[in-house]
């Protein structure tokens, strides 16, 4: 794009709230001084080349997935956003506004005390520092370095561990995991901090190691509990503190429509007083996770917001895009739709599924969702294969905005009702065999690391072990021609990363691309050892040893 264009996205952006109807997915657009309040762009601004995205290169993408923050979270309500704005126009004391905004939240969700926190991990760490150290200053500025201290554990539900504990890790904390109730009262000892909690299937009341049954046993020994509920919508009161919890944690940029980079912490106020001590503006192991004046009023705003918002009607506008969706579709022979309205807490948004038999469409789900979400115009769906042999996309309405409704179902019955011929079986032959083991060099942003794989080829399909630095797992793949693609899974408690590795087979030699999934891209060569398997004969002792 040329510097003109760039300069005259950006001189426009301001003025796309008068370019929309006078009415949003929070209402009406009016400020109470009658005022237009900044709105969210519409379809014809996202659709346009002045949309400030593509003024970078970028290419916008209409969300059809979910709150997500690789996709960018949720959109900030009118309301939020005029508060950010408000907020960036004066200077003000940081503890005195969080005081403010917590006595605030605490009467709008019924809650003992609130914390905004710079997101909802940040807000995982602050917490996890806050039952260390008890609003110790000495103590909190040792962190990680946890030697000396009384409270260095937290206890985890095995069903619990997932990839955003990292936050409750990043204290220098041992982990002790748990799976039972018998297992969690043994666990318990004079180090143990506080109990982590995340709000999955295992937590729910009636199961065996639910919420109600970890709380009960912890408020006798006087150890807080922790609920995790990032992506849930909000409870007012919040259900979680009345099912036990001390603290409950929710993100402010997903269901609650808030800044992205802000957490709304509610509960126990001592506790909250002390994991705000233990995030900027104060320094120690917090500083890092700064939140600015514009997020935390941003915040008090959505949650004022949510307490107002006509939820019912919000649920019946996404059913009618979904409907829009789905009548599109089932024009399209082979294609069954099905709504899904979800009742847990977790994502509540309505979905659309839409399946056929990919035997019939030559065409799976997940070669639609790529087909759509790397191409112009960009929708970003969800997709799944089932045991039944159909495969299928999902639409999630919960993040689309007016209109997008109608570009989703055009955009999805182009590429749906294409005519595609049926796929063929037939591998090309391989140049070679990669049976052997291989010296794998792989290049990350920053460093060198030396991995090793043992293959086994039989035709086109390739079996193995990938070790790395710190794993050893099963690898498999395929070779056709000289293209090699290779997959392994390194899997640790609540995290997982996989290496899809594709490369060109020349000799004794692989070279090629890793694709990291979230955590992007590297380089690998991988080479054949040249050694020669060690043959000896074994003699078995005939009995016990007659010396040591």
């Given at each position: 794009m040329k510097r003109r264009n760039v300069l005259k996205g950006l001189a426009l952006l301001p003025l796309t709230g008068s370019m929309l109807p006078k009415q949003s997915l929070a209402?009406?657009?009016?400020s109470d001084k009658g005022s237009l309040v900044s709105q969210i762009p519409g379809p014809s601004v996202a659709s346009s080349e002045l949309n400030i995205f593509r003024s970078i290169g970028v290419e916008p993408i209409i969300n059809c997935r979910g709150a997500f923050t690789i996709l960018g979270g949720s959109l900030e309500l009118p309301q939020v956003r005029e508060a950010m704005e408000a907020a960036s126009q004066n200077f003000v004391q940081y503890d005195e506004l969080a005081d403010g905004i917590s006595k605030r939240l605490a009467e709008i969700t019924g809650a003992e005390w609130a914390m905004v926190s710079a997101g909802c991990a940040a807000g995982l760490k602050h917490i996890?520092?806050?039952c260390v150290t008890g609003g110790n200053p000495e103590k909190l500025i040792r962190i990680p370095d946890l030697t000396g201290l009384e409270k260095t554990?937290?206890?985890i539900p095995e069903y619990s561990r997932n990839v955003y504990d990292h936050a409750v890790r990043n204290i220098g904390v041992k982990i002790v995991h748990v799976s039972s109730p018998e297992e969690l009262k043994k666990a318990i000892n004079s180090k143990t901090a506080m109990i982590y909690v995340n709000a999955v299937e295992g937590s729910f009341t009636g199961q065996p190691f639910s919420l109600e049954v970890i709380s009960k046993i912890a408020k006798p020994a006087n150890i807080p509990v922790l609920i995790d509920a990032a992506a849930e919508h909000l409870t007012i009161p919040p259900v979680h503190l009345k099912r036990g919890a001390d603290v409950v944690a929710y993100s402010g940029g997903k269901a609650i429509r808030g800044p992205q980079c802000a957490g709304l912490m509610l509960g126990n106020k001592d506790i909250l007083m002390s994991a705000w001590q233990a995030s900027s503006p104060h320094h120690g192991p917090g500083r890092d996770n700064k939140v600015g004046r514009?997020?935390?009023?941003g915040m008090l705003a959505a949650v004022e917001s949510w307490a107002k918002r006509d939820h019912e009607a919000e649920w019946k506008r996404w059913l009618s895009w979904l409907d829009t969706i789905s009548k599109k579709m089932l024009t399209i022979n082979g294609v069954k739709t099905l709504i899904i309205e979800p009742t847990a807490l977790s994502n509540k948004y309505p979905v659309l599924k839409i399946s056929w038999d990919p035997a019939k469409l030559n065409v799976n789900g997940n070669e639609i969702a790529e087909e759509v979400g790397r191409n112009k115009p960009r929708v970003a769906v969800g997709d799944a294969d089932h045991p039944d042999g159909t495969t299928s996309i999902d639409i999630t309405a919960g993040h689309m905005k007016e209109?997008?409704?109608?570009?989703?179902a055009d955009r999805l019955y182009e590429v749906l009702s294409r005519k595609r011929s049926p796929k063929s079986e037939t591998m090309n032959s391989p140049s070679g065999n990669l049976s052997g083991t291989w010296?794998?060099?792989?290049?990350?942003?920053?460093s060198m690391d030396q991995h090793i794989f043992t293959?086994?080829?039989d035709g086109n399909w390739v079996n193995g072990t990938?070790?790395?630095e710190f794993h050893e797992r099963l690898i498999a793949g395929t070779i056709e021609g000289n293209q090699v693609k290779l997959k392994s899974v390194a899997e640790m408690p609540g995290n997982s990363i996989t290496f899809y590795f594709s490369g060109t087979v020349s000799g004794d030699s692989i070279t090629g691309d890793i694709h990291l999934g979230e955590y992007r891209t590297a380089k690998f060569t991988a080479t054949r050892e040249k050694s020669k398997a060690v043959r000896r004969k074994v003699s078995v002792p005939g009995g016990p040893p007659l010396a040591t």
């Open positions: 209402g009406p657009i009016l996890t520092a806050a554990e937290v206890i514009e997020e935390m009023m209109g997008e409704d109608r570009l989703v010296k794998v060099g792989i290049k990350f942003f920053s293959l086994i080829q990938h070790k790395s």
